[in-house]
Structures are given as C-alpha cells and as structure tokens.
C-alpha cells in the first residue's frame, strides 16, 4: 500500500465524521496535486448523482460519472477522474477528483482510495446525517424514512452470489421492504409486501422485520422464524393486520434454497434465458392467525440461475388505465441477464416510472439474486 493511501486512511479515521471528504482532499492536494474533490452520491431513486457540498445533480446517463458508477471502475476525462465508491456490492456513489494524470499507478491508488472512503461512509453513517441529508433530492415521508433506515443496503457481493433490492416509491415508501444476511455458510433473504398506509404500514413492517431478525440472530430454523414474527403481528394486533412475506435461505454450499410463502410477493427464476415463476406452497400471511403452523420447501440453484421477488405493485403498476402485467415483467426480466443486479433492479424500477409516466402510486419491492455457485 502507497504511503498517500495511507495518509488518507489516516486521515478517514482521525477527522470528524462530518468533514471526511475534507480530509480525504488534503491530502490528495499534497500528494497529488489535486484541487478539486468533490463525492456525488446516488439518490434514493437511483436516477441521480446528488453532489455532497456543491454544484449541479448529474442525471444523464451518458455521462463519465453515470459510466464509472454503472461499471464500477475509475474513468479518466480529460483531466478530470471519476472514481466508484463503493464496499462489499455497495454503491453509493462516486468520487470526482481534478487535475488526474494518466498514469495507470495513480488511478488505482486513487481507487484505493474512493473504497476507503465508501468503508469509512458505511461506518459513520449512524452518527451523522450530512451524508444521507445530501443524497436525497425531495424530502422523505416519514414511513419512507423508516423503511430505509431499515434496510441492510441497496447490494452486496460475495463470490457465490450477488444481490440487490430497491423500494418504490423511493421517496414516498410505507411497508413494502427486504432485509438480508450471509454468515459465509448460508445467505438469509426476507422481503416482505407489506399493508396498510403511512407511518402504520411501516410500524407494522418494522416489527416484522425485526421479530425475524430476532428468530435468524437466535439460530431458528426458517420456519420458526416465521412463526415469531408471526406470533408478535398476532399478539399486537390480534388478527387485525397482517403482511404478506417470502422468508429464503440458501445454502452457499450446495446452492439448495429453503423458503416459507406466508402470502409472498411473486419469485420468478431466470434460467438459461427462459423465465419461469417458482411454485410456492401458500400459507397464511404473517399475524393473520394465532399460533400458524409454517412449512418449509426447498428446490436446487444451477449455476448462474437469477432470482427475482417482486411484489404485487409491480405487475399491478397501471398506466393509461392499463396493468404492467405478467407478461410484460418476464420480457423485461428475460433482457436483464447480462446485466448486474443493481443494474437489473434500477432497469426494471425505471421500465415501470416510464409505463405509469411517473412515479409509482402503489409500493413496490424488486429484488434480485445471482446464484455463482459455491466457491472454495
């Protein structure tokens, strides 16, 4: 490692929350010689890159900052480098550095260095709100807040898999949501279509999401997880309300999914092009009766199989007073196997604001699941 990597390291760890950035550019201005840093975070909607103190919102597609954070990886125009900072899957944006020379030696240290910065981001965001307050371009409802201060992030990578989720409608989310884990041995994936309007629906998913938390952190089989959360929905509501969720866990070894339907959204596979929807055994949605009985099924990934969950926002989006459809969602699905699950998520999310001409009236949840197979 460099010695201005390390520097900047330092200097992540040392200067206060807040002014990191800051940091980060002194030293770049000693080392380097560049004077102009600037972090540009992506935005709730995954449509813009939000700048952190000044200047414009970068919204085409085309430009250099879109193409670094679309293929992660440093991007030199004329003098001007953009950089992906990103940790683990996670993109939050990128990092625009000025004057950059052309020297293959630099750009990766300056990568190296828009990473460090994406860790020290991941770290510090609980202490502070400068970093999410600069990543949003309209005010947050306040089930929107909590829904995504309640999520694990937006994606993550592993060498057996890769995944990514997003809520619709960003700004104006209630109880649609997903949460996931890994522990190097097993992957847990809970995505929950939830009821109800407002704060209510995201108070009634909250509790959801963290009874299964709860049930996954005490090493409960999944349905006994299901049957906990169940069980605090009944106690609080008593039968009142309920939600609909699909609990998964895939072994990273064997590629072998284990799920529970308590009245899930739809999981759709992508195998060798061809999109099938995945049989479920229906059960009861979670808190609608006391004291659910819950099964679990299993069937077998194949390498390079894509998963997809989506609620019933998706397929039921109208626009012009007619429904997105399933026929529609899987030629759609069918054209994203190439791309990355950010990137089949965030097209897929923007296939429908085009459909409705807007955004979406309804919540939504996308998630989607590369299974690489198991890896030594």
Not at 87 to 114: H, K, N, Q, S, Y
Not at 233 to 240: K, S
Not at 251 to 275: H, K, Q, W
Not at 347 to 361: E, K, N, P, Q
Request: aromatic letters at 6%; glycine letters at 8%.
């Amino acid at each position: 490692m460099s010695e201005p990597v390390n520097q900047v390291r330092r200097a992540l760890n040392e200067t206060p929350a807040d002014r990191m950035v800051g940091g980060v550019a002194a030293v770049l201005a000693r080392a380097y010689g560049i004077t102009d840093v600037e972090l540009y975070q992506v935005d709730y909607r995954l449509s813009q890159l939000l700048p952190l103190t000044e200047g414009e919102p970068i919204t085409g597609p085309g430009h250099p900052a879109w193409r670094s954070f679309d293929h992660q990886s440093p991007l030199l125009s004329d003098d001007t480098g953009w950089f992906p900072v990103s940790m683990r899957g996670e993109r939050r944006g990128v990092l625009r550095l000025a004057p950059v020379p052309d020297d293959p030696t630099v750009l990766g240290e300056l990568d190296e260095i828009a990473t460090a910065l994406a860790h020290e981001l991941a770290a510090v965001s609980a202490g502070t709100d400068v970093y999410r307050a600069a990543r949003r371009s309209q005010r947050l409802t306040l089930a929107a807040e909590m829904q995504w201060d309640l999520l694990p992030g937006r994606s993550r990578i592993r060498p057996s898999f890769s995944l990514a989720g997003q809520l619709e409608p960003a700004y104006a989310v209630r109880g649609d949501s997903f949460d996931w884990s890994d522990d190097g041995q097993r992957l847990w994936l809970s995505t929950v279509n939830g009821s109800g309007e407002g704060v209510a629906a995201s108070l009634l998913t909250s509790l959801a999401t963290h009874a299964l938390r709860n049930a996954r952190r005490a090493g409960l089989s999944l349905a006994d997880q299901a049957a906990l959360a169940d069980q605090a929905l009944y106690d609080l509501h008593r039968g009142e309300q309920h939600l609909s969720a699909l609990l998964m866990e895939l072994d990273l070894r064997s590629g072998v999914m284990t799920l529970v339907d308590a009245g899930s959204p739809r999981l759709v596979l992508l195998r060798n092009g061809e999109v099938t929807e995945q049989p479920l055994e229906a059960q009861f949605p979670l808190g609608m009766f006391e004291a659910t009985d819950y099964h679990e099924q299993t069937f077998t990934l194949e390498r390079g199989d894509r998963l997809f969950v989506v609620s019933d926002g998706v397929v039921e989006a109208t626009g012009k007073d007619v429904r997105y459809g399933e026929t529609a969602l899987d030629r759609f699905l069918r054209r994203t196997g190439p791309m990355e699950p950010l990137d089949a998520v965030r097209s897929l999310i923007g296939d429908l604001r085009a459909f409705v001409a807007g955004d979406l009236v309804d919540d939504a949840v996308v998630v989607c699941l590369d299974w690489t197979g198991p890896q030594p």
